[in-house]
């Protein structure tokens, strides 16, 4: 009786070594082939990725609760220390912003005036989504986030993403409750900018690093630390005039950019809509809705507002 | 012969997705927002410990396809190039399995040093992955700051699931 099953133990082992290793080299492959259809396909993949990240949102959503708490904690705890310290700076900031508001009045009015003489046309003013970030993915490949609010709340590929500081980056993918915002740090994000007073058009790249650099600058024009960059508008994929950031450094390696938003303090994200097709109104995008209803698609509750 | 009851069957279920569970928690945790300065850049790659981990302790209950999966879901998460996770996840377990005889029985620091080594050969092929994938140089500094971090995270994870292992899954 007991030679039957070993026997037969003995004929299933290597069948069943073989099996496991074909299974194993079978699931390499389809790893490969997926890298492949990756780079063929990208609505597949984009498809699928928004259908998982919606699976998740809510787990990503209730486990990052807490770690916002905590950091809030923290970053209470960290103010208290410097209480005194941040008082003198804001003192000195408030006299140094109490001359710019002046001056700001002074250049609102004269525009106004300049405006109404030219007989100047608007643009489309925007529509606001709030979401707030759940999922900041990446590590050292890709710059990314996962927020709370997809195709029901009014987002769309191709959106700006920005907070009160400046541009963040833009919707990449979107699902039907989530959707994934590309940072300007990425490597694969390029932005046509303007740079400086003298509004130099150039590419602002992500290069992966918290530095993006500005690429296809025009020789013979100049650019120093400290010029402002903004958003171009050029090919019009973005609304012009967005703040990004500063120029940090001018040498060799390239002209640094340092954003005005630092990712760590990334919580609520503000999705501009400002009806813009541009480069993404390929046959597989939707159309833009029409008429005025795409400045107000409607957000969650209280959440879209014009400005 | 007695059927084992409903509970007990659940139980053992319970058990034994134990270690494909926590893999799947850890890319979870993975990408929650710490709001720390500079993190986010270099976060540890917690799920390649596990995956090691489970390799060496319990490959039976961490098969090859689930650990497929999770690399896969990896990828969808992050927003990494579908399939680059799921390949080096497997290249992990499919290296510790096959020197399974190197493993068996070794303290914990020699653990750690062959989880050095196999967590250096994977950020590399990520890194030519990536950089070949999206015809780009990515910048190693992050990758090698990223590879420093997710071994020194080693040590906590492995523990902890070590005193698992232990109250869990002694007779798995």
Same mark, same amino acid.
Request: charge should be neutral; hydrophobic fraction near 50%.
């Given at each position: 009786m007991a030679r039957g099953p070993r026997s037969v133990s003995r004929l299933v082992q290597p069948i069943r070594g073989l099996a496991q290793r074909f299974a194993f080299i079978g699931l390499v492959a389809t790893a490969v082939?997926?890298?492949?259809?990756?780079?063929?396909?990208?609505?597949?993949?984009? $498809?699928?990725?928004?259908?998982?990240?919606?699976?998740?949102?809510?787990i990503l959503e209730a486990v990052?609760?807490?770690? &916002?708490?905590?950091?809030?904690?923290?970053?209470? =705890?960290?103010?208290?220390t410097a209480l005194h310290k941040e008082n003198v700076r804001l003192r000195l900031n408030e006299a140094r912003l109490l001359q710019w508001q002046a001056a700001a009045r002074r250049l609102e009015a004269e525009n106004k005036n300049l405006k109404s003489l030219l007989n100047f046309v608007p643009g489309p003013e925007p529509g606001f989504i709030t979401a707030r970030v759940i999922a900041d993915a990446g590590g050292a490949f890709v710059h990314s986030l996962?927020? $709370?609010?997809? @195709?029901?709340?009014?987002?769309?590929?191709?959106?700006?993403?920005?907070?009160?500081? *400046?541009?963040?980056g833009r919707v990449a993918g979107v699902g039907s409750r989530s959707a994934r915002i590309l940072l300007i740090t990425d490597f694969n994000s390029r932005i046509p900018v303007l740079v400086g007073p003298n509004r130099t058009r150039a590419i602002l790249a992500g290069n992966n690093s918290d530095s993006p650099k500005l690429v296809h600058f025009p020789s013979?024009? +100049?650019?120093?630390? *400290? &010029?402002?960059? =903004? @958003?171009?508008?050029?090919? *019009?994929?973005?609304?012009?005039?967005?703040?990004? *950031?500063? =120029? +940090?450094?001018? $040498?060799?390696?390239?002209?640094?950019?340092?954003?005005?938003v630092q990712r760590n303090r990334l919580e609520y994200i503000r999705l501009l809509d400002f009806g813009l097709a541009g480069i993404l109104s390929a046959p597989s995008s939707r159309p833009p809705a029409s008429g005025n209803k795409k400045y107000f698609r409607g957000g969650r509750t209280g959440n879209t507002k014009k400005p | 012969m007695k059927q084992p009851g409903l509970w007990h069957r659940m139980d053992v279920l319970a058990r034994h997705l134990t270690p494909s569970m926590l893999t799947l928690a850890l890319v979870i945790i993975n990408v929650v927002?710490?709001?720390? /300065?500079?993190?986010?850049?270099?976060? /540890?790659?917690l799920p390649l410990i596990a995956v090691y981990h489970w390799a060496v302790f319990r490959p039976r209950l961490l098969p090859a396809y689930a650990v497929f999966l999770i690399g896969l879901f990896q990828d969808i998460l992050t927003g990494a190039p579908i399939g680059v996770n799921a390949l080096v996840f497997l290249a992990v377990y499919g290296t510790v399995l096959s020197q399974k005889q190197f493993f068996i029985g070794k303290s914990f620091f020699i653990l750690w040093l062959g989880f050095s080594l196999i967590? %250096?050969? %994977?950020?590399?092929?990520?890194?030519?992955?990536?950089?070949?994938?999206?015809?780009?140089?990515?910048?190693?500094?992050?990758?090698?700051?990223?590879?420093?971090?997710?071994?020194?995270?080693?040590?906590?994870?492995?523990? %902890?699931?070590?005193?698992?292992?232990?109250?869990?899954?002694r007779q798995v």
């Open positions: 082939g997926l890298m492949v259809l990756g780079k063929a396909d990208l609505i597949l993949m984009d $498809n699928l990725r928004a259908h998982v990240t919606d699976a998740v949102a809510p990052s609760r807490p770690a &916002d708490s905590i950091a809030k904690a923290v970053d209470q =705890v960290r103010e208290l996962i927020l $709370n609010a997809g @195709t029901r709340d009014g987002v769309a590929k191709g959106q700006a993403a920005m907070t009160g500081e *400046g541009l963040v013979g024009e +100049t650019v120093s630390a *400290g &010029d402002r960059i =903004v @958003t171009s508008g050029h090919g *019009g994929a973005l609304p012009p005039e967005l703040p990004i *950031g500063i =120029v +940090t450094s001018v $040498n060799d390696g390239g002209i640094g950019v340092l954003p005005f | 927002p710490l709001h720390i /300065p500079g993190l986010s850049r270099v976060v /540890p790659l967590a %250096a050969g %994977a950020a590399v092929f990520n890194w030519l992955a990536i950089s070949i994938l999206n015809l780009t140089l990515v910048e190693p500094k992050t990758v090698f700051f990223q590879y420093l971090l997710t071994l020194g995270c080693f040590p906590v994870i492995a523990w %902890a699931f070590m005193r698992l292992q232990r109250a869990f899954l």
